[in-house]
């Protein structure tokens, strides 16, 4: 949620902040506002819409500054517009503040300002936070620094925050609680950002800021201090990005770029972890608690939306391989309905971004009962990387496009590699099987390859041909349900079509009633186990004038004859499978996304990186 970026050294700092909210800018869309000081005055630039609106209204403008900070909105508190996109001035405009994140208790401190005389000038809880801020700043004859440190004592919420004064003329005061931050160290100068992209062109030395943490910037210096005020030593990081991961590359939509990424992501999950030759995978993480694994009485896996249908899959996986009871949960629901959580439990956090909120609270309530805590997350340095007991990295690289493609297939990759890692261990399979599967696995970016070979012309005209349906309904079976689940999700949120998934033995009850010949519902049927029962149910769809897209495995010519529309997959074991089935899907959505001319990186109401509850 919201793109923070902030900037203080010796360059003009608005090229920098402008090109970071666009770098920034699929963690919200809804506004996006600069606020520039210099010569002990700010300038406030913001406007509804996307950054390339902005840039219209500050043409002529002069924007002298070496300092400043930029943000880019997804709205909780207020609609999208220009009095409600950041930054916000305090009531004396000698402060200007960015938020990302919810303030919980804002109506109760906006009522006690009001009775102070506090003017609001936008719906939101940002405002609020800062003219408290400001507030304790005047009432104390404090500096900014103190003002902010006791007034987050006061603050119920996540939040990361950043702060310039008139006072402070070659500062930015930042502090963070459960949202990300990240600051760049460069040659006497300092960059902010959200996550590291926006940095990237200027530096790979950073420092991830911790929870609770508060930070004085200047372009020279940064000091780290704790809520107590003490100081704290930054830990700088080498970041191992290049920027060419974070721009098109040649690609229409960062969206197909990164379904046209996943052969080498794929392989990337690999990397250093799979030994083909010698059968054998090396999890390093998974190692130091391995002994705690073997104690466990279940493992819960926690997640949520894409992740969720990652965990469901390895539930699955988990269970069949390695005969270990397995429960998935949603993150948000598991934090709430006060679960019985022991030391004996084996807790699985999966998360693209390592900063989902839901997750992060989920797992903090779980650690406190003593369960071993697993992360499997894509960023390096993430919270939830820094939460965890042990954990493994995916390794996908940046994802820009919203709606998850390669972090997907990525986090599947890694919970195989994990299932087949604990069951060798535990002797819960063969070693025919074990060989098996390890081979197949390596073979699938390969396979991906032939589906985007041979493939593609046929997603695109079934896109076309149903891109104007009002509904879809996504069935299949065993390992395929939760690609069915996984698809659909990727239909609604680039398409806007109401789509849903099912199990397809649950079809009959209920679902079978919406059949009738306008009706796609796309059968996720791979050959498995379950192949005769999902043709059966194929049969049940046509008898009702249906429409049956069908994902199959090469040769099927049964499953060709039933369905009006088919796509191919390269045949494999029923737990490698999901790994390709889920690549068409991907890009009927995004083709049917194209052909609707909707923005598919950017769909409307949803953001990347989920940091509020």
């Excluded at 420092?207 to 930054?234: F, H, M, Q």
């Excluded at 920027?243 to 999950?269: A, R, W």
């Amino acid at each position: 949620m919201c793109g923070i970026v902030g900037y203080v050294g010796n360059k003009e700092a608005y090229p920098i902040i402008i090109d970071g909210l666009k770098k920034l800018e699929y963690r919200g869309y809804d506004s996006s506002g600069v606020a520039l000081l210099h010569d002990h005055s700010i300038q406030l630039f913001k406007k509804k819409g996307r950054v390339s609106a902005l840039e219209e209204t500050v043409v002529g403008e002069k924007l002298t500054a070496t300092i400043g900070i930029g943000h880019t909105r997804w709205a909780t508190h207020g609609a999208p517009s220009d009095r409600n996109a950041h930054p916000h001035y305090s009531n004396s405009k000698s402060i200007a503040m960015i938020h990302n994140g919810i303030i919980e208790n804002y109506s109760q401190l906006k009522a006690e300002l009001i009775t102070k005389g506090y003017i609001f000038h936008s719906d939101t809880d940002s405002e609020v936070l800062l003219n408290f801020i400001e507030d304790i700043k005047i009432n104390n004859n404090s500096t900014l620094e103190e003002a902010v440190r006791i007034a987050l004592k006061r603050v119920t919420g996540a939040y990361v925050i950043l702060l310039i004064d008139i006072d402070l003329p070659d500062t930015i005061i930042a502090a963070r609680k459960g949202s990300p931050l990240v600051i760049g160290i460069g040659d006497n100068e300092h960059f902010l950002g959200s996550d590291a992209s926006p940095m990237l062109a200027y530096t790979k030395d950073v420092v991830y800021i911790n929870d609770y943490e508060l930070a004085i910037i200047t372009s020279n210096e940064l000091i780290l201090k704790n809520i107590g005020n003490e100081r704290v030593t930054p830990f700088i990081q080498r970041l191992d990005l290049n920027l060419s991961q974070i721009e098109k590359g040649g690609y229409e939509h960062f969206m197909l770029k990164e379904i046209f990424e996943q052969p080498q992501t794929i392989n990337d999950s690999f990397r250093g972890r799979l030994d083909v030759s010698a059968h054998s995978i090396t999890l390093s993480g998974l190692d130091t608690v391995l002994t705690k694994l073997d104690q466990a009485q279940r493992i819960v896996i926690v997640g949520c939306g894409t992740s969720w249908h990652a965990g469901l899959l390895a539930e699955y996986i988990i269970e069949e391989l390695c005969r270990i009871n397995v429960e998935v949960e949603y993150a948000s629901e598991f934090r709430y309905r006060n679960p019985i959580i022991t030391d004996k439990d084996f807790i699985i956090a999966v998360s693209q971004s390592g900063e989902t909120a839901d997750t992060l609270v989920a797992l903090e309530k779980a650690k406190g009962k003593g369960a071993t805590i697993f992360g499997v997350v894509n960023v390096v340095g993430s919270s939830i990387a820094r939460l965890a007991d042990a954990g493994m990295y995916t390794h996908a690289g940046p994802e820009i496009g919203v709606a998850s493609t390669k972090a997907f297939t990525a986090q599947v990759v890694a919970l195989i590699l994990f299932a087949l890692k604990v069951a060798n261990h535990k002797r819960t399979i063969t070693d025919e099987r074990y060989k098996q599967l390890i081979e197949q696995l390596s073979e699938v970016p390969t396979m991906v390859e032939w589906i985007f070979a041979t493939q593609l012309e046929k997603i695109k005209h079934i896109a076309y041909k149903y891109a104007n349906a009002k509904d879809f309904l996504y069935l299949g079976r065993g390992y395929n349900f939760p690609i069915a689940l996984e698809g659909a999700l990727k239909l609604k949120e680039i398409s806007y079509i109401h789509a849903e998934g099912y199990p397809a033995a649950e079809m009959k009850h209920g679902p079978i009633a919406l059949v009738d010949d306008t009706l796609p519902i796309v059968f996720v049927a791979t050959k498995d186990s379950y192949h005769e029962k999902i043709v059966s149910n194929m049969q049940e769809v046509k008898a009702r004038e249906g429409r049956v897209i069908a994902v199959i495995s090469v040769g099927d010519e049964l499953t060709k004859d039933i369905a009006d529309d088919y796509i191919e997959v390269p045949y494999a074991d029923e737990i490698i499978s999901p790994l390709l089935s889920t690549i068409p899907l991907q890009l009927l959505s995004y083709y049917i996304g194209v052909s609707k001319g909707l923005n598919v990186d950017m769909p409307r109401n949803l953001a990347k990186s989920v940091t509020v509850e």
